[in-house]
T-cell receptor, first 112, second 112 residues
Framework: AQKITQTQPGMFVQEKEAVTLDCTYD???????LFWYKQPSSGEMIFLIY??????QNATEGRYSLNFQKARKSANLVISASQLGDSAMYFC?????????FGKGTRLHILP | DAGITQSPRHKVTETGTPVTLRCHQT?????MYWYRQDPGHGLRLIHY???????DKGEVSDGYSVSRSKTEDFLLTLESATSSQTSVYFC???????????FGPGTRLTVL
């Protein structure tokens, strides 16, 4: 069965520092996709970034990048130059065929 | 017009009563999903649909049923609500290509 693990329940980071949120996954399927979502305190779910299992390069979207290490089955989210508005819950997710499953999330606190 | 809406947004009900949550999309996407979000558990997949009248179970489907009689609507029914079903319920639609999920605003359900 496929599984997503986020080992950091909470993190505190100083504003302007870079942040790495960990995500490991487990699947035996060679074809899959990996996603990161942000959930601010207002509750909406916001898509951040996507990485396909066959993509050769790490995905980047503005200040977000995905550090994809296929052999280690990890898909860490890197946020450069963190901002106060980055304080939120962050979820890693994986799709295989029709199902999309999520990790338990990491709550990120950015300190001024 | 939002691409995906949920109704009701809040509901309080009593144990043993039936409850139906509605998800409506205007994007004409084939795939629709129901998740529940609980502290410490992240988002867990309840059921999903891959077309009209085509549905399948997710990770936590016991106590829930779904129906999809037309592309734009995906209904989640709790036949006899229990206190353990108190949660925030999110509906999502899946885009073509990468398969990114677009989430609805969520429904907060309290079962007393």
């Amino acid at each position: 069965a496929q599984k997503i693990t986020q080992t950091q329940p909470g993190m505190f980071v100083q504003e302007k520092e870079a942040v790495t949120l960990d995500c490991t996954y487990d699947t035996s399927d060679p074809s899959y996709g990996l996603f990161w979502y942000k959930q601010p305190s207002s509750g909406e779910m916001i898509f951040l970034i996507y990485q396909g299992s066959y993509d050769q390069q790490n995905a980047t979207e503005g200040r977000y990048s995905l550090n994809f290490q296929k052999a280690r089955k990890s898909a860490n989210l890197v946020i450069s130059a963190s901002q106060l508005g980055d304080s939120a819950m962050y979820f890693c997710a994986m799709n295989r065929d029709d199902k999309i499953i999520f990790g338990k999330g990491t709550r990120l606190h950015i300190l001024p | 017009d939002a691409g995906i809406t949920q109704s009701p947004r809040h509901k309080v009900t009593e144990t043993g009563t039936p409850v139906t949550l509605r998800c409506h999309q205007t994007e004409n996407h084939r795939y629709m999903y129901w998740y529940r979000q609980d502290p410490g558990h992240g988002l867990r997949l309840i059921h999903y649909s891959y077309g009209v009248k085509d549905t399948d179970k997710g990770e936590v489907s016991d106590g829930y049923s779904v129906s999809r009689s037309k592309t734009e609507d995906f209904l989640l029914t709790l036949e006899s609500a229990t206190s353990s079903q108190t949660s925030v319920y999110f509906c999502a639609i899946r885009s073509q290509g990468e398969g990114t999920l677009l989430f609805g605003p969520g429904t907060r359900l309290t079962v007393l």
